[in-house]
């Protein structure tokens, strides 16, 4: 962020996020191009479930690196923010095989949500 002179803040929560899951979003999308219900909701699927392994992971690296370098500890917020969305939509994702419209707009409106609560 320091070369590209972009606050430290975007570059960690905008870009590095999109950057990192790249791959995974172009395949669900020729995976949804086919336009079933089944297709779509698996879809669905396979985003939070590679949204959830990318955030417990990188977290769990992040607390390894803290705790074994013995850093303070700073960043409270972003930790419940994270985790409130995974187990929010864990619940919902857990009762459904099918998920209509509106639950994807509201995963997608919870990222922009998230980033003004830590911001």
């Known amino acids: 962020s320091t070369a590209t002179k972009i606050p430290a803040f975007f570059v960690s929560f905008l870009v590095t996020p999109f950057a ?3 791959s995974e979003l172009v395949s ?5 191009k086919k336009k079933r219900i089944k297709n779509i909701s698996l879809t669905y699927s396979q985003v939070y ?4 392994m990318n ?3 990188c ?3 992040f ?3 803290v705790w074994y370098r013995d850093l303070d500890w700073t960043f409270s917020s972003e930790v419940v923010t994270t985790m409130s969305c995974i187990f929010l939509f864990g619940a919902v994702t857990s009762t459904r095989l ?6 994807a707009l509201a995963s997608l409106a919870l990222y ?8």
């Open 28 to 32: 669900s999308l020729q995976f949804a």
């Open 98 to 103: 099918t998920f209509p419209l509106y639950w």
């Open 20 to 22: 990192s899951n790249a």
């Open 55 to 57: 955030n417990t992971m």
């Open 49 to 52: 479930g590679a949204v959830t």
């Open 112 to 119: 922009p949500a998230a980033l003004a609560l830590v911001w």
């Open 63 to 65: 607390l390894l690196v």
């Open 59 to 61: 977290l769990g690296l």
